[in-house]
C-alpha cells in the first residue's frame, strides 16, 4: 500500500508541476474486476481466484495531454503529449508506441517500452532502447527517407505513393546493416492498384530466399513474393486472389507447391470461401488426395428474437488444431432481456482420426449503474486446443 501512494503522489505530482501554468482538466478513472472460477472436470474440484485494480489518473490542458494506469500497486504504463513550437513530443513509459509507417513497416515492437516520440508536419524521430529512428519528408517529392539504428546496426528505407493515371503506386526500398553491405540484407517492394483498390499487384524481391526484416512484422517467406486481387459485385460481392512465393532457382517447384487462389462471396449475411493451397500434392479425385484446401460457409440469422450465426467448413487441414482432413460446425445465438444478456457458442470439429467439442455460455447483468456480473461455462476462445471443460466462472466488473 504505502508502494502505491508513493506512485500516486508521484504521478500527481507530475501532474501539477505541468499543468501549474496551463488552463487544465485532471480526472481519475477506477476499474476493478473479481473473477472465481471451479473446475468440474477432475474428481476434485479446483478453483482459482483473480482480482484487479486500475488507477487510470489523466489531465488535459492547452497544451498537453497526461495518461496513465496503473495496476495493483504497478505503474502499468503512462504517456504524457505536449507541444513545443509546433512539435507534437509523446513521453512513453511500458507503451507499444513503436511502429514505422513505413509499407513495410520497417520497425514494430508490440511490447511496453519507454521512449520519446518527436513528431512535425516533415519528420518524426523515436528514441527507444530497442530501436531509434528518424522518418523524414523530401522536399518536393512525395518519399519519405527513414534511417534508424538498433544494436550496433544501421538500416535505411526509402518509401513513397504516386498516382499514375489514376492507379495507386506505393514503393519501398529497404537495405539493412548498411555498413556492411550484403544484398541479403536488401528488399523492394511495389503495388500498383486501381484508384478504388478494386483490383492490384503486389510484388517483393528480397535479396536472398533466407532475407528477414529483424524488427518487421513482415514475414519473407520466399526471394519473390507476388499478390494479386480483383474484387467484383455487390449483391453478391466477389474478391478473388491469388498469393504465390518463389525463388529464383526452384520457380516451377515453388510456384506449384507455394500458390495460393481464393475466392470470397459475401451477399447480405451469408458468405461462402474457397480456398486451395499448392498444387503439388494434387494425386486424385477424391478430397483426401487435394492437398491442402478449405470450403467454408455461413449465415447470420434471427430465430425467436435470438440473433445467431451458423458457418461450416470442410478442409485440409480442418482446424488450427487438427491437421487431418475434416470438418468444422459452429453456431452461436444471442438474445438481450433488458439488463440481462445470453450468448452461447458452441464449435464441433470432426477430424480424420479424431473429435473435438467446443462451448462456451454466458449469462451477463448489465443493470447496474458501474458495474456488471457475468456467469460463464467453459472456454471462448475456440480458435486454440480449448475442448470443453465443465469450468464455471464468476466474474464482477466495476468502474468509477
Not at 477506477?30 to 489531465?59: C, H, I, K, L, Q
Not at 505513393?161 to 511495389?190: C, P, T
Not at 461462402?272 to 486424385?284: E, P
Request: with cysteine; proline share 2%.
Amino acid at each position: 500500500m504505502k508502494s502505491l501512494m508513493c506512485k500516486i503522489f508521484f504521478v500527481s505530482l507530475l501532474i501539477l508541476i505541468i499543468a501549474s501554468n496551463n488552463l487544465f482538466a485532471l480526472q481519475t478513472s477506477f476499474s476493478t474486476n473479481f473473477s472465481v472460477a471451479y473446475d468440474f472436470s477432475a474428481e476434485n474440484v479446483g478453483t482459482s481466484f483473480s482480482t484487479e485494480f486500475r488507477m487510470n489518473p489523466s489531465a488535459l490542458g492547452k497544451d498537453f495531454d497526461f495518461s496513465a494506469s496503473l495496476n495493483g500497486s504497478n505503474l502499468e504504463s503512462a504517456r504524457l503529449t505536449f507541444t513545443i513550437e509546433g512539435a507534437k513530443v509523446n513521453l512513453y513509459k511500458n507503451t507499444g508506441f513503436i511502429k514505422a509507417s513505413d509499407p513495410l513497416v520497417l520497425y514494430k515492437y508490440d511490447s511496453g517500452k519507454d521512449g520519446v516520440e518527436i513528431q512535425t508536419s516533415h519528420f518524426k524521430v523515436v528514441f527507444s532502447d530497442v530501436v531509434m529512428y528518424a522518418d523524414m519528408k523530401i522536399p518536393f517529392m512525395n518519399t519519405n527517407l527513414l534511417f534508424g539504428k538498433r544494436d550496433e546496426k544501421f538500416d535505411t528505407a526509402l518509401y513513397g505513393f504516386l498516382k499514375v493515371s489514376g492507379l495507386n503506386v506505393n514503393y519501398e526500398f529497404v537495405l539493412q546493416d548498411v555498413k556492411n553491405f550484403d544484398i541479403k540484407n536488401s528488399v523492394g517492394m511495389v503495388s500498383v492498384a486501381e484508384g478504388n483498390y478494386n483490383w492490384g499487384v503486389r510484388y517483393l524481391l528480397a535479396g536472398a530466399t533466407n532475407t528477414s526484416l529483424a524488427l518487421s512484422p513482415q514475414y519473407i517467406s520466399n526471394q519473390n513474393i507476388v499478390s494479386a486481387w480483383y474484387k467484383f459485385g455487390s449483391q453478391p460481392a466477389f474478391n478473388t486472389y491469388v498469393n504465390t512465393n518463389f525463388s529464383f532457382e526452384k520457380f516451377s517447384d515453388d510456384v506449384l507447391k507455394n500458390t495460393e487462389v481464393g475466392m470470397d462471396i459475401n451477399y447480405g449475411g451469408a458468405f461462402v470461401n474457397l480456398k486451395k493451397t499448392g498444387f503439388a500434392d494434387v494425386t486424385g479425385a477424391m478430397p483426401t488426395e487435394w492437398g491442402k484446401f478449405n470450403v467454408s460457409l455461413g449465415t447470420t440469422f434471427s430465430f425467436m428474437n435470438f440473433s445467431g450465426k451458423f458457418a461450416y467448413s470442410f478442409g485440409k487441414p480442418a482446424h488450427n488444431v487438427v491437421n487431418t482432413i475434416g470438418e468444422v460446425y459452429y453456431v452461436e445465438l444471442g438474445r438481450s432481456f433488458g439488463n440481462i444478456n445470453l450468448f452461447a457458442k458452441y464449435q464441433k470439429i470432426i477430424g480424420y482420426y479424431e473429435e473435438k467439442n467446443f462451448f462456451f455460455g454466458e449469462l451477463k447483468f448489465t443493470g447496474f449503474q458501474n458495474a456488471d456480473f457475468a456467469i460463464q461455462i467453459g472456454n471462448g476462445d475456440f480458435a486454440g486446443d480449448n475442448p470443453f471443460k465443465p469450468v464455471v466462472a464468476f466474474k464482477i466488473n466495476a468502474w468509477w
